[in-house]
Every structure is written in structure tokens, then in C-alpha cells.
């Protein structure tokens, strides 16, 4: 079936500029994350939604950044106001939750934003 | 100081070669150690998972978790040409109440399979 999917694959744009980010993830998943990843870096943690819901925001790195998902399905990450070290590799990934607590979590191919 | 240390390499080894990656990490609470594999401009992708000390082995891939020493290593037996990637050890504490959990990352190892 169908994997994650992120659009766009790539996105160049000016500092101070907006820029949305989006992600479908696979059909019936109900957890919905977002990383970042930075040259030399580790992903990074940035926000996790179950459902339509966001219970876990603490990784935003400021209030630049925000999230919203619809209809338990797509998500889109909003960065205002853009600054260079911005400039990533923005991973979306979603999983079922098991009963255990716990589900694998599928990665999408990521949007590679840089910031001029 | 991170809380998941993994070398970033990179690492090249010849075809065939036995390859042992390796994290360390602070935080004891801890119980959910994964591997991902990640080829050039793609997503992550799950090798393996386990939440015991020990070993799991899937094919050529064996996943060791050593909770006393907070230490995980992935090996690789008879390592080809396409395991060439970046892989990335990941882990997470129990929060079964919660849901799910937030998986901490360490930087990624670049490995490199010469034939």
C-alpha cells in the first residue's frame, strides 16, 4: 500500500518569507509525528498528534513554528517568519498504537527546506 | 551532553565484512531500542526493534541491547554493496498510559560497502 508521503520534496525560500510543509500519512494511522533533521544532527523530536489532537508540542523550537492536522489525516507545519537555521530536512512519520502502547512509526520521505 | 551518543563515521568496509555499529545512552528509563536504516534523500526506515537486554537476530542483521552498560550495537554479517546507508539507532521510554512514545535519536552512522 501506499507509504508516508511529503510535499514538496524540496523548497528554497527567503529568510523572513512563510513556508507550509505538508504530510499524508499512511490511510488508518492515528499517530501523525514530525523531525527535523539537521546536517550532523540526530532527527529531532518536534510534534506528535494523535487523532486531530496535538498532546506532545513540546519540541517546537519557537513559536515560529506551528502544527495542525485535519480529519485525523494531513498534516501541515507552518514556519513563519523563516530564518536560515531553519534550513533541515523535515521528516513526517505516523503509526497505529497498539494496545501495547506502542507503534512502529513509517517515515516519509522528508521536505528538504533551505532557507536563503 | 546527548542523551543517545552513536559515531558518525564513516565506517567503509570491504563486501563481506562483519560490521558492528554502536550507541550509548544516558537516560535509564529507556526500555525500547530500535534500528533504522537510511539511504540517501529517503526516510528512515525500521531494521529491527527489541525492549530486552539480549539478542534478536533477522537474517544477516542481530540487534544487541545491553541495558546494565546503556549500550545497543547492530551487526551486520556478510555486509553488501547495498547496505551502504546511514543507520541510526533510536530508543524510547515505556508510556504505555500515554500512547505513544517520542523516539530519541542518535546522529546516525554512515556506512560504506566497497565490492
Known amino acids: 500500500g501506499a507509504g508516508v508521503s511529503q510535499s514538496p520534496s524540496n523548497k528554497v525560500t527567503e529568510k523572513g518569507k512563510d513556508v507550509e510543509l505538508r504530510c499524508d500519512p499512511i490511510s488508518g494511522h492515528t499517530a501523525l509525528y514530525w523531525y527535523r533533521q539537521s546536517l550532523g544532527q540526530g532527527l529531532e523530536f518536534l510534534i506528535y498528534?494523535?487523532?486531530?489532537?496535538?498532546?506532545?508540542k513540546s519540541g517546537l523550537p519557537s513559536d515560529r513554528f506551528s502544527a495542525e492536522r485535519t480529519g485525523g489525516s494531513v498534516s501541515t507545519l507552518t514556519i513563519q517568519r523563516t530564518q536560515q537555521e531553519d534550513s533541515a530536512v523535515y521528516l513526517c512519520a505516523s503509526s497505529l498504537i497498539s494496545r501495547a502502547g506502542y507503534g512502529t512509526q513509517y517515515f516519509g520521505p522528508g521536505t528538504r527546506l533551505l532557507v536563503l | 551532553q546527548k542523551e543517545v551518543e552513536q559515531d558518525p563515521g564513516p565506517l567503509s568496509v570491504p563486501e563481506g565484512a562483519i560490521v558492528s555499529l554502536n550507541c550509548t545512552y544516558s537516560n535509564s528509563a529507556f526500555q525500547y531500542f530500535m534500528w533504522y536504516r537510511q539511504y540517501s534523500r529517503k526516510g528512515p526506515e525500521l531494521l529491527m526493534y527489541?525492549?530486552?537486554?539480549g539478542n534478536k537476530e533477522d537474517g544477516r542483521f542481530t540487534a544487541q541491547v545491553d541495558k546494565s552498560s546503556k549500550y545497543i550495537s547492530l551487526f551486520i554479517r556478510d555486509s553488501q554493496p547495498s547496505d551502504s546507508a546511514t543507520y541510526l539507532c533510536?530508543?524510547?521510554?515505556?508510556?504505555?498510559?500515554?500512547?505513544?512514545?517520542?523516539?530519541?535519536f542518535g546522529t546516525g552512522t554512515r556506512l560504506l560497502v566497497s565490492p
Open positions: 533510536a530508543m524510547t521510554p515505556w508510556e504505555a498510559p500515554r500512547g505513544f512514545q517520542k523516539l530519541v
Open positions: 498528534f494523535q487523532g486531530n489532537s496535538a498532546p506532545d
Open positions: 527489541t525492549y530486552s537486554s
